[in-house]
């Protein structure tokens, strides 16, 4: 890692000036190129929970760089954004890597099929990759499935472990109107070996012929492994025998997907499948669990989930975030889901595993290491709440404060207001309630942006990063944000960056178009934190 005031990273994406002293300002193809990858857009906004399908209209420097014959490189950056899991939304992956796959340079289609595995990594990504160029093909005369794709799809299949193969081909079975055995038989895919024959005739001809197939025949172990988990899911795709059912989710780790509805109106098959659930999907369906009885006050089944959410070990394993574990404990303790169908008594047990996992959680986040400013605006009440959340946009802001305060060696947390900043102190072993009074305790009055910028420029400190935090959407400047941003960097030598959030905000933004330093975020959720991540380190 580069040093907190170095002026360029390793894997930035920007390129120092010819000078070779500190980087342009303006936003380069690459960096726009990476925003897409990001979070589905080119610009210099990112509104927390949107997921609209993407299309051409937002991809318009994707299309520039393969008429450059830049190709080849989009398709790096492709892989290095799933990679490296830098992505806040994977569809925007998957479209590049669709576009890329039909153009008409050899080398960028060739490119393309050959990331296709490692950038789809199941059954929903590939599914959503062929979707992609379906559309894209619309209104073309000629057809999607060409030798090259058909070549990659079977490679796909084939190059896969054939008992993960089997699993993801019974869990995830079809998505966006596409199946396994649709991809099967458009890409003419001959098995590379018999166990993945076997699980190509279970998706395309059934297991009746599956069963007549190898009935009498000596199967090699890996065969005979694969025949018997297939066997296993179909047997409880048949069985109305609750016990039964119990018994082939505990001893095969069967999951939810591979269950029949009716199976999943018992309160004891959801008891079997919580032991295993990832610890993400346990935190879902808290909610639900409660509300349906499954998980009840005082017995041992809520006692067993209670210990799996507060363990460290099932926390590291699910690199579960503290911000993540926030909006579920919140949601959960609001009793209701949001259609309001749905509805329950929290139970307290529940709420207080939720609590000591969000504090454990934060061993997840590993530090940025550049030099941080987090200013939570005062001037208005923090009492909204963070849109499609069940949030308050005050412990919204503590919680942002609290992760970075946690993690960063180098930061300054501050409440500003009309005419004022005020240092706040936020030590490691405060809770998310001592974090809240602190940010609140200060008086309010209008909204002033630029308070934190100048308040740094004028007492010395060198900022790499600053996070303003407000829950106004009228925000009023004694100057420019981007302007007081600019003296900073002179002044103090940083190549400073600004992050504006509307915690409360569904659109608007204050943002320079032109300065790549500058970004604007509408909401807030875990994805904007990697927004904040990517921008630090250059990547977008």
């Known amino acids: 890692m580069e040093p907190s005031g170095s002026t360029t990273t390793s894997s930035s994406n920007h390129t120092p000036n010819s000078t070779g002293v500190g980087c342009p300002w303006e936003i380069s193809d690459k960096a726009r190129l990476c925003r897409f990858l990001c979070y589905g857009l080119e610009g210099d906004i990112y509104t927390a929970r949107e997921e609209g399908r993407v299309s051409m209209k937002n991809a318009e420097t994707l299309f520039s760089l393969l008429q450059e014959g830049r190709g080849a490189e989009v398709v790096e950056e492709i892989k290095r954004f799933t990679k490296d899991e830098r992505a806040v939304i994977l569809g925007p992956s998957f479209f590049a890597l669709a576009l890329c796959s039909q153009h008409s340079e050899l080398k960028t289609r060739q490119a393309a099929f050959n990331a296709l595995k490692e950038v789809c990594r199941d059954p929903a990504h590939l599914f959503s990759f062929i979707q992609y160029k379906k559309e894209l093909k619309e209104g073309m005369k000629c057809g999607i499935w060409g030798r090259a794709l058909r070549r990659a799809v079977s490679d796909w299949y084939n190059e896969q472990d054939a008992m993960i193969l089997a699993a993801a081909v019974t869990k995830c079975k079809q998505r966006e109107g596409w199946s396994h055995q649709d991809l099967l038989r458009l890409s003419h895919t001959k098995p590379a070996n018999e166990a993945i024959a076997l699980i190509s005739k279970y998706v395309t001809k059934g297991w009746k012929e599956v069963q007549?197939?190898?009935?009498?025949?000596?199967?090699?172990?890996?065969?005979?492994?694969?025949?018997?988990?297939?066997?296993v899911v179909e047997k409880a795709k048949h069985s109305c025998d609750e016990t039964e059912i119990i018994n082939l989710i505990e001893e095969h780790k069967l999951e939810r997907e591979q269950l029949l509805t009716d199976h999943l109106k018992s309160k004891q098959v959801w008891r079997a499948l919580l032991k295993e659930m990832p610890l993400q999907s346990v935190l879902r369906i808290l909610g639900k669990m409660t509300a349906n009885k499954v998980l009840e006050p005082g017995t041992s089944e809520t006692q067993t989930v209670c210990d799996r959410i507060q363990s460290e070990t099932a926390l590291k394993k699910a690199n579960l975030h503290p911000f993540s574990i926030l909006l579920a404990s919140e949601y959960y303790k609001r009793g209701q889901g949001y259609q309001g169908k749905t509805k329950w008594e929290p139970d307290s047990s529940?709420?207080?595993?939720?609590?000591?996992?969000?504090?454990?959680?934060?061993?997840?986040?590993?530090?940025?290491?550049?030099?941080?400013?987090?200013?939570?605006?005062?001037?208005?009440?923090?009492?909204?709440?963070?849109?499609?959340?069940?949030i308050s946009t005050a412990v919204a802001a503590a919680a942002i404060t609290m992760i970075f305060a946690r993690t960063e060696a180098d930061i300054h947390v501050l409440a500003y207001s009309e005419g004022f900043v005020v240092p706040c102190t936020v030590s490691a072993d405060m809770t998310l309630a001592q974090v809240t009074v602190e940010l609140v305790k200060v008086p309010g009055g209008s909204t002033d942006c630029t308070l934190p910028i100048t308040w740094a420029t004028e007492n010395g400190k060198a900022v790499d990063v600053f996070i303003i935090l407000t829950n106004n959407p009228l925000w009023t400047f004694t100057a420019s944000p981007v302007e007081s941003l600019k003296k900073h960097r002179q002044i103090s030598g940083a190549n400073s960056k600004l992050v504006m959030c509307g915690l409360s905000s569904i659109g608007h933004a204050i943002a320079d178009t032109e300065d790549r330093g500058v970004l604007s975020i509408c909401g807030f959720d875990l994805g904007a934190l990697s927004v904040i991540r990517n921008l630090a380190q250059d990547l977008i």
């Open 350 to 390: 529940i709420l207080k595993a939720m609590d000591s996992a969000f504090y454990k959680s934060f061993m997840n986040v590993d530090p940025v290491g550049k030099r941080f400013v987090v200013a939570v605006d005062v001037s208005t009440s923090l009492s909204s709440i963070v849109p499609g959340t069940s």
């Open 212 to 231: 007549v197939a190898y009935a009498d025949k000596e199967n090699s172990e890996e065969v005979a492994k694969v025949l018997s988990y297939l066997e």
